[in-house]
């Protein structure tokens, strides 16, 4: 057991002496100043973004790009014109150059407050700056992935044309203005109903005003996404302060830093504002569940309750039920006997199984709901993972021996890879759920129940889900930040990841995840590297994600085997 120190305790944060007072101040204006630089960047041509057609209400969105490159040219969609051809590769690689290194100083400086503000701050500056941030991110002129635009089509199937937005294709609304900046036209929405309602709800809204614009529906959903993170960095404050508690300490600086580094992380501002994808909201549901398990005793009403909120949120993204076996664990270990932890997880399952089953069934019709399953790119392709970068370097090399060029998708090896992913994947989630029934790891405190779902989601991120993208990582992050602030990366050494210093290699991994935008854009997807003729740059990005921070933590490893690692400050 962890034993604590008087300096554990809380005391009185004390004004900073002399120019450090002056630093939040500094740090907060680097940050405001990167993100507009960045948001300048995207409207370029040569990254091949698409508009966030919100210059159709603010046409001054433009101006910094205007006045910061005059002599480029901008994204033909920014004007509603179709992409009439490519853009030239040189200047395309001069301007992804650009765009990573401002991803890199926007680290450094992330990095750095997260170093060094926590000692200055109070959760009240948190806060007004995460305003300020994802106001400015959701003004953004562009986008650089385009589901908010599937989103859009879904919720304009259900509102506008009365139609299943869970079992029709966007091409059923090919004449409708969204239609052109839709990419997976031939797939019904893989959300689920929660999802759905929120999304109509707010088209429903927006509808008053007409549906002739789909800029008022981007800022929305953007919004939405600001305001999904900032209740999920309240909520992380709020429960790092009950896990204190709950310990007997609290370290109010150590609180402080958790909750920055994920409120200003650069990947999920840039995802919850920009993006605004659903997962932000998907977690949400996370949190909230985890704030009633830590500020009240296990009470049956209080099971229920999280049993209700992870139901809910798996009917957002069914990915979540990957969560559940954890929260059942952590039931079983607090039984008084078999019999009352049987009647118990009975319960559970049946109010999560119902929830689900009664959202869904008014989207069944006939069974047309589970076509999703076959269209889905997430059931058969690999992307942005080990296997994808393994599957792309063995097909060019096949090539250079004579083989045929490989198909972009459904290669002989993609398709073994991915098998073999998800096979490493099953065992080591298999190992997860055995290790607490045989007494390796007790699921006996909240904290542990929270180790064990980030664990879960770190190995379903790297094998689970070899269609992977930055913003599946929303809720490994936000795991994160919940043990850096208890300072839960304690592990005793017969756990998994027992002698790495996680803090740090977390947050490198959300630069790296980031910056993957950079092989999105056009220049290295259309240049090949020397010698693999089938190779292009862009294929790098499986390696790019996940080399960086597994390095990081190889040479993050302790040689001392007799200790416990503590907390990376």
């Not at 962890?2 to 101040?25: C, E, F, N, S, V």
């Not at 580094?261 to 920009?274: R, S, T």
Request: proline share 7%; aromatic share 14%; glycine share 6%.
């Amino acid at each position: 057991m962890q034993t604590t120190t008087p300096r554990d305790k809380q005391t009185p944060i004390k004004p900073a002496p002399g120019p450090r007072r002056l630093l939040p101040t500094a740090m907060l204006i680097c940050m405001e100043a990167i993100l507009l630089l960045i948001g300048a960047t995207l409207p370029l041509y040569g990254l091949w973004f698409t508009t966030s057609s919100l210059n159709d209400l603010f046409p001054w969105l433009l101006q910094p790009t205007q006045l910061l490159f005059p002599d480029k040219l901008l994204n033909p969609t920014l004007l509603h014109a179709p992409h009439t051809s490519p853009p030239p590769l040189v200047p395309g690689w001069q301007e992804t150059g650009i765009l990573f290194a401002l991803f890199a100083v926007q680290f450094l400086i992330y990095a750095a407050a997260v170093r060094y503000l926590p000692r200055l701050i109070k959760l009240r500056y948190i806060v007004l700056a995460l305003l300020l941030f994802g106001l400015t991110c959701t003004l953004f002129p562009a986008v650089t992935s385009p589901d908010l635009y599937s989103y859009i089509a879904y919720a304009r199937i259900g509102v506008v044309y009365g139609l299943n937005p869970l079992t029709t294709v966007p091409h059923a609304i090919s004449h409708d203005l969204v239609y052109q900046y839709i990419y997976w036209v031939d797939q019904p929405s893989a959300y689920g109903p929660v999802w759905d309602f929120l999304s109509c709800a707010l088209q429903w809204l927006i509808g008053i005003f007409g549906t002739n614009q789909l800029a008022p529906m981007v800022l929305a959903l953007r919004l939405l996404g600001l305001v999904a993170h900032l209740c999920s960095t309240l909520l992380i404050w709020s429960i790092a302060g009950h896990l204190h508690s709950s310990r007997g300490a609290i370290s109010t600086p150590l609180r402080l830093q958790a909750t920055l580094a994920f409120a200003w992380n650069p990947l999920l501002l840039f995802e919850a504002c920009v993006n605004a994808h659903n997962d932000t909201v998907v977690f949400l549901f996370v949190l909230l569940a985890l704030w009633f398990l830590v500020r009240t005793q296990a009470s049956l009403r209080t099971i229920l309750i999280v049993t209700a909120l992870l139901a809910l949120g798996t009917c957002l993204k069914a990915n979540l039920v990957l969560l559940l076996p954890g929260f059942l664990l952590y039931l079983w270990m607090q039984r008084e006997s078999i019999r009352a932890g049987i009647s118990l997880l009975c319960r559970v399952l049946l109010l999560y199984g119902g929830i689900i089953l009664a959202l869904y069934a008014p989207f069944w019709q006939q069974g047309r709901l589970l076509v999703v399953l076959q269209v889905n790119p997430g059931t058969n392709r690999n992307i942005n993972t080990l296997a994808d970068f393994l599957t792309r370097l063995y097909n060019s090399a096949a090539h250079l021996f004579g083989a045929p060029i490989a198909p972009e998708s459904g290669s002989p090896a993609e398709n073994l890879l991915r098998l073999l992913s998800l096979a490493l994947f099953l065992a080591c989630y298999a190992l997860l759920c055995w290790q607490p029934l045989r007494g390796k790891y007790r699921l006996t405190t909240p904290l542990d129940l929270i180790r064990w779902m980030a664990l879960a989601w770190f190995v379903y991120m790297l094998f689970g889900s070899p269609w992977f993208w930055p913003w599946y990582t929303v809720a490994f992050f936000g795991f994160a930040a919940l043990l850096e602030a208890t300072n839960g990366f304690a592990w005793q050494l017969r756990h998994p990841l027992q002698r790495l210093r996680l803090p740090q290699a977390a947050r490198l991994f959300s630069f790296s995840l980031l910056s993957l935008y950079c092989l999105y854009t056009w220049s290295p997807y259309a240049t090949f590297l020397p010698g693999l003729t089938d190779f292009r740059w862009a294929f790098l990005r499986g390696l790019w994600v996940w080399l960086v921070p597994l390095l990081v933590l190889a040479l993050h490893s302790s040689p001392n085997r007799t200790t416990i690692l503590t907390e990376a400050g």
